[in-house]
């Protein structure tokens, strides 16, 4: 079984000048190398993997089906070998440089559109590469390096991470608007005693916390009805399924300015998910994550004092 040999990032960058151009003159011309050497490359790289990669004539050269084949792989790798560039150069000009920040749904498209455009104001160079998954995967992703620091909500499960406190996120009782306690002013939390409460699917830390102010207020959880999202809990508040208490930078995002769901002001006032910062402890940029948190939380005392509670 003949051995594959190793293909270099020059000789592959070379096939695909030549592809592009349709010549080797062309690609020569282009990349400032001389013919020969683009030549003799690409013949080595036809060696190494011991396949026919162009297509040669007088008129120029196109690729043939197994040169075909490794264009999307060429251009995938030089699209990694920029972004190893721009780090390397965000790194060594003492930029922040992009670091991959993970979310849960229930929380990040809330609170991030609050905080991002203040953070790039105040640091340009900091980039911020955000996904969403639930508490439990983010953990995990922050444990085995697919982030580089989560926003996440207490309690977290995994030891051994730098855990930053942000914000205590209150809940609010939201319930559709014909219902018979809106317009009533303030309420008693006993009138919610036996109501049907929605919650979110369990696979998400919200879930639990729906449940246990069920269990605190005597209201019953509707098991069969769980949202797939904290939208369709409300879709399904508006249509009358039942009552739901949702955190409140969703009602201030969501809620307030649709009003097609109404908020009820209870006098034992629910309690909050608390939000956090959380990174490796090993971090090479520990230090500029805890000036981030500190950043987060200056944000919100002076723009969402009205709807957070402060760590």
Same mark, same amino acid.
């Given at each position: 079984?003949?051995?594959?040999?190793?293909?270099?990032?020059?000789?592959?960058?070379?096939?695909?000048?030549?592809?592009?151009?349709?010549?080797?003159?062309?690609?020569?011309?282009?990349?400032?190398?001389?013919?020969?050497?683009?030549?003799?490359?690409?013949?080595?790289?036809?060696?190494?993997?011991?396949?026919?990669?162009?297509?040669?004539?007088?008129?120029?050269?196109?690729?043939?089906?197994?040169?075909?084949?490794?264009?999307?792989?060429?251009?995938?790798?030089?699209?990694?070998?920029?972004?190893?560039?721009?780090?390397?150069?965000?790194?060594?000009?003492?930029?922040?440089?992009?670091?991959?920040?993970?979310?849960?749904?229930?929380?990040?498209?809330?609170?991030?559109?609050?905080?991002?455009?203040?953070?790039?104001? $105040?640091?340009?160079?900091?980039?911020?590469?955000?996904? @969403?998954?639930? =508490? /439990? +995967?983010?953990?995990?992703? %922050?444990?085995?390096?697919?982030?580089?620091?989560?926003?996440?909500?207490?309690?977290?499960?995994?030891?051994?991470?730098?855990?930053?406190?942000?914000?205590?996120?209150?809940?609010?009782?939201?319930?559709?608007?014909?219902?018979?306690?809106?317009?009533?002013?303030?309420?008693?939390?006993?009138?919610?005693?036996?109501?049907?409460?929605?919650?979110?699917?369990?696979?998400?830390?919200?879930?639990?916390?729906?449940?246990?102010?069920?269990?605190?207020?005597?209201?019953?959880?509707?098991?069969?009805?769980?949202?797939?999202?904290?939208?369709?809990?409300?879709?399904?508040?508006?249509?009358?399924?039942?009552? $739901?208490?949702?955190?409140?930078?969703?009602?201030?995002? @969501?809620?307030? =300015? /649709? +009003?097609?769901?109404?908020? %009820?002001?209870?006098?034992?006032?629910?309690?909050?998910?608390?939000?956090?910062?959380?990174?490796?402890?090993?971090?090479?940029?520990?230090?500029?994550?805890?000036?981030?948190?500190?950043?987060?939380?200056?944000?919100?005392?002076?723009?969402?004092?009205?709807?957070?509670?402060?760590?």
């Amino acid at each position: 079984m003949a051995t594959i040999g190793e293909p270099t990032l020059k000789q592959l960058l070379y096939l695909e000048a030549v592809v592009a151009a349709g010549s080797f003159r062309g690609a020569s011309q282009k990349l400032g190398v001389s013919q020969p050497t683009i030549t003799s490359q690409i013949a080595a790289l036809e060696t190494a993997l011991g396949m026919i990669l162009l297509e040669r004539s007088r008129s120029g050269a196109i690729p043939t089906s197994a040169g075909r084949e490794l264009l999307p792989h060429i251009s995938t790798i030089r699209t990694e070998v920029n972004a190893i560039r721009d780090q390397a150069r965000f790194a060594s000009t003492g930029a922040s440089g992009v670091h991959r920040l993970g979310v849960p749904p229930t929380l990040g498209p809330y609170f991030l559109p609050e905080v991002l455009s203040e953070i790039h104001t $105040a640091d340009p160079t900091l980039r911020l590469y955000v996904r @969403e998954e639930t =508490p /439990r +995967e983010l953990e995990n992703g %922050l444990l085995d390096g697919r982030y580089d620091l989560i926003l996440t909500t207490m309690p977290v499960e995994l030891a051994g991470f730098v855990v930053e406190p942000l914000f205590g996120e209150p809940f609010k009782l939201c319930a559709p608007p014909d219902h018979p306690l809106v317009g009533k002013g303030e309420l008693d939390a006993s009138v919610i005693a036996g109501e049907r409460l929605l919650a979110i699917e369990e696979r998400h830390r919200l879930f639990e916390q729906m449940q246990a102010l069920a269990n605190r207020f005597g209201a019953r959880l509707m098991r069969d009805y769980e949202g797939t999202s904290l939208d369709t809990v409300r879709q399904m508040i508006g249509t009358g399924f039942g009552l $739901a208490f949702l955190p409140a930078l969703y009602i201030r995002s @969501e809620i307030e =300015p /649709r +009003e097609d769901v109404t908020v %009820l002001e209870l006098s034992d006032t629910p309690s909050a998910r608390e939000v956090v910062l959380a990174w490796r402890p090993t971090a090479p940029k520990r230090q500029l994550y805890r000036k981030l948190a500190s950043q987060m939380r200056q944000i919100c005392q002076t723009k969402l004092a009205d709807c957070l509670h402060p760590a």
